[in-house]
């Protein structure tokens, strides 16, 4: 069992609507909740971090955390073109990133 | 504000060949640490350290690879006698502790490895 699963992409989504990625891991240690986006050929950029139970918002993207479910989502409302990236779950226990292997995301335009 | 820097961005070189990369991470962050990203993948831990201390190194990290982090400042990943399964994106990235961080880590652009 891998220790973060993402849903398989790609997800394609029209603009104006909501992206919704869905993330669970198995370390019921793990400490700290992130999701970065990935551009291709760049670098992950860490776009929302979340530490407790329940919902975080900043700007259009919100995230969910149920750690009694081990489970993280990303909702990114009014999807926009530049919205299209890879994103990444990433679980942290111990100072140590654990990255699912991201989901792509097109937004048509 | 700068943020993580990496260089060189860019490396080819043929199999056997020693190879270094240099990160300078956030001036304020005490926490460095080295990923490697393979293609379709997210990236996998490697190595961090803590101020010059280098606390935890993944099993992953074959003795073929050596990192140190000399004043607690920037931070070098040697790999010797390089093989074609190194080809891959190196990652840097730092984050501060403090008694609010959960360990937020931002990353620099990446050198990416191409072993021919």
């Known amino acids: 069992q891998k220790e973060v699963e993402q849903n398989s992409g790609p997800l394609s989504v029209p603009e104006g609507a909501i992206a919704s990625l869905n993330c669970t891991y198995s370390?019921?240690?793990?400490?700290?909740f992130f999701w970065y986006r990935q551009y291709s050929g760049k670098s992950p950029e860490l776009i929302m971090s979340?530490?407790?139970?329940g919902d975080k918002e900043d700007g259009r993207f919100t995230a969910q955390l149920n750690k009694a479910s081990q489970y993280v989502s990303l909702l990114i409302r009014d999807s926009q073109p530049s919205d299209s990236a890879t994103y990444l779950c990433?679980?942290?226990?111990?100072?140590?990133?654990?990255f699912g292997a991201g989901t792509t995301v097109t937004v048509r335009a | 504000d700068t943020g993580v820097s990496q260089d060189p961005r860019h490396k080819i070189t043929k199999r056997g060949q020693n190879v270094t990369f240099r990160c300078d991470p956030i001036?304020?962050?005490?926490?460095l640490y080295w990923y490697r990203q393979t293609l379709g993948q997210g990236p996998e831990f490697l190595t961090y350290?803590?101020?010059?201390?280098?606390?935890?190194k993944s099993r992953l990290l074959s003795d073929r690879f050596s990192a140190e982090r000399p004043k607690g400042s920037f931070s070098t990943l040697e790999i010797q006698r390089t093989e074609q399964g190194d080809s891959a994106m190196y990652l840097c990235?730092?984050?501060?502790?403090?008694?609010?961080?959960?360990?937020?880590?931002?990353f620099g652009p990446g050198t990416r490895l191409t072993v021919l």
């Open positions: 990235a730092s984050s501060l502790t403090s008694g609010k961080s959960y360990n937020e880590q931002f």
């Open positions: 370390d019921r240690g793990s400490q700290s």
């Open positions: 979340i530490y407790s139970n």
């Open positions: 990433a679980v942290n226990r111990d100072y140590k990133l654990s």
């Open positions: 001036s304020e962050h005490n926490r």
């Open positions: 350290f803590q101020n010059e201390a280098q606390l935890e």
